[in-house]
């Protein structure tokens, strides 16, 4: 059997009303329109629903049955339309964000905050979650529909990720602290810079598999004495003459402006690099989602 859902929302606002035309004038309908609906209704149904009068109308014991039912799926339709136009108008909800340990601090303080305090302004009921994790992990987090976003950092043109926009492209500087400032006087082979301590982020991240590569198109051995766990603590570390860095121009703009780090110039340019921003299968039905993913997507693509 298959009856019209228009049929049933009619028998609920008729037994509600308790009176045709009263249910007629809160569905904007006509009462003969009404009285058609339910002489169908009742007809695929085959049996009475109403007991009509000039009084109004009453439900049957069948109609009573029916009743009970139809009354608890119209009010659930009722909700899931209310949530939906809450969501659609940005009240409620929420959006998860998968971020990158590549991604660099500056670059989230400078370019994502300011994006994400402007769309919480404007939304404060949307509620956000943010993760931390490999870039490996994000996007196979993202395939499974774990995040909505996601921002992750990259060798330029190295991977392809489904619903992907770059925000960014940078090229690292080579960086040292001043015990090893002997090094900013030429151009460094990559045999020499080996023999050199180098600090990193650690294995499992996407800027140590990319200066792998490199190193070894370079014939090179990348060894790192130091794994870290952020570009921050790299930065640090290499201000304290540790070693061998390899950082945004943004992060190290204040410590070379300061003397606490010095420009290495290499033989070869390091590989471009790019933040950029996915969207998953699950994000891309987030209405609230894809409008911060709009917002982030304005960021303009340039070299840092």
């Not at 009462?31 to 009509?52: G, M, S, V």
């Not at 439900?59 to 899931?80: C, D, F, N, R």
């Not at 090893?180 to 991240?205: D, G, M, N």
Request: with cysteine; glycine share 2%; hydrophobic share 40%.
């Amino acid at each position: 059997m298959s009856v019209s859902y228009e049929y049933y929302k009619i028998f609920y606002h008729v037994a509600k009303c308790k009176s045709f035309n009263k249910a007629a004038a809160a569905l904007f309908n006509s009462q003969p329109n009404i009285t058609r609906a339910i002489n169908n209704l009742e007809r695929e149904l085959d049996c009475k629903l109403f007991i009509r009068s000039h009084k109004g109308v009453e439900l049957t014991p069948e109609g009573k049955e029916l009743y009970q039912h139809v009354s608890v799926a119209h009010h659930q339709i009722e909700l899931a339309e209310n949530m939906l136009t809450t969501i659609h108008d940005f009240k409620s909800g929420s959006i998860t964000i998968g971020m990158s340990f590549d991604v660099s601090e500056i670059f989230i303080h400078e370019k994502l905050l300011p994006v994400v305090e402007a769309f919480h302004r404007d939304y404060p009921d949307i509620h956000l979650q943010t993760a931390l994790d490999t870039t490996s992990n994000i996007v196979a987090d993202m395939s499974n529909n774990m995040y909505d976003i996601a921002f992750v950092t990259d060798e330029l043109n190295f991977h392809t990720y489904p619903g992907e926009q770059t925000l960014v492209e940078f090229r690292d500087l080579v960086v040292v602290g001043r015990k090893f400032s002997e090094l900013c006087s030429k151009k460094v082979s990559f045999e020499e810079l080996s023999a050199y301590p180098i600090i990193s982020l650690w294995s499992q991240t996407e800027t140590y598999e990319t200066y792998k590569r490199f190193f070894e198109k370079n014939n090179a051995n990348f060894a790192p004495q130091l794994e870290l766990a952020s570009k921050e603590l790299v930065k640090i570390f290499a201000e304290r003459d540790f070693g061998v860095a390899f950082l945004s121009p943004k992060t190290v703009a204040g410590s070379i402006r300061n003397k606490k780090l010095f420009k290495i110039e290499l033989e070869k340019d390091t590989p471009v690099r790019c933040s950029k921003i996915l969207a998953s299968e699950k994000g891309k039905r987030n209405r609230a989602a894809m409008n911060l993913f709009d917002e982030f997507a304005k960021i303009s693509v340039h070299i840092i």
